[in-house]
């Protein structure tokens, strides 16, 4: 495992999968996300048997190379069986303190947070980054609660030095905003595995967040 954790603070955009929304497979969005420039993409499987999900995995970490950071959504045992970067867990899923025990030192923790308590409770237990979540509306998770809107992301930010990563109904459209707003990063789950050409898409994605940086 080589430690990628200082390559965190250099993302912009953030692929997470999702096969029940994807068009072409998730093995296809992640190589063509990758090609495309993304840096960091979130192994996020919720069907499946272990093995399958483990063999998966083991195909998108060599997608992943050496350059973009490889995490898996919620399994630290999966994460830990093909020697992933680290893990996206969730306010329900495994304490943090335990995943960090488990993971090591060296591992990425990332944890989604829905609030300034929470995202400073997760920079002191260890958090590498928080997903903060649902800025907008959206049907790709059910649970995913009230949207907070682009203009709090700054008040997270501020609250905490770890990199905010913004997730929720993120689009080409509002993803100005999202940025102009104060996050670090995004995630893009629907507008990427939902159109005909990730590859375009995660292109333009990462254009548009560019140019919108250097006139923030
Ligand atoms: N939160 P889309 S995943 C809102 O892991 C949300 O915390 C997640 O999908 C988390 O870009 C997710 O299609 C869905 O809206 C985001």
New binding site residues.
């Given amino acids: 495992m080589s430690n990628k954790r200082s390559l965190l603070e250099l993302i912009d955009f953030y692929l997470?999968t999702?096969s029940s929304?994807s068009r072409k497979g998730t093995l296809s969005d992640v190589g063509n996300a990758v090609e495309a420039g993304c840096r960091i993409v979130q192994y996020?499987e919720k069907s499946g048997s272990t093995r399958d999900m483990v063999l998966e995995a083991l195909q998108i970490k060599k997608q992943c190379g050496s350059e973009t950071i490889f995490l898996v959504?919620d399994r630290v045992d999966i994460a830990l069986a093909v020697d992933a970067d680290g893990v996206?867990i969730?306010q329900d899923d495994m304490p943090i303190t335990i995943a960090r025990s488990l993971l090591g030192e060296d591992r990425i923790i990332g944890l989604?947070v829905h609030n300034i308590t929470e995202a400073i409770e997760a920079e002191r237990n260890g958090a590498d980054y928080v997903?903060l979540?649902?800025i907008?509306n959206?049907?790709?998770?059910k649970d995913?609660g009230e949207s907070i809107g682009p203009q709090r992301i700054q008040e997270v930010k501020d609250a905490i030095s770890i990199p905010v990563v913004a997730?929720?109904?993120?689009d080409k459209q509002n993803c100005v905003e999202v940025i102009r707003g104060g996050a670090d990063s995004l995630?893009?789950?629907?507008?990427i595995v939902c159109s005909d050409d990730v590859k375009r898409e995660t292109k333009d994605f990462i254009d548009i967040i560019r140019k919108t940086r250097l006139k923030c």
């Fill in positions: 997470v999702d929304l996020r959504n996206h969730g989604t997903g979540s649902p907008f959206t049907s790709t998770k995913a997730i929720g109904g993120i995630v893009a789950i629907s507008a």
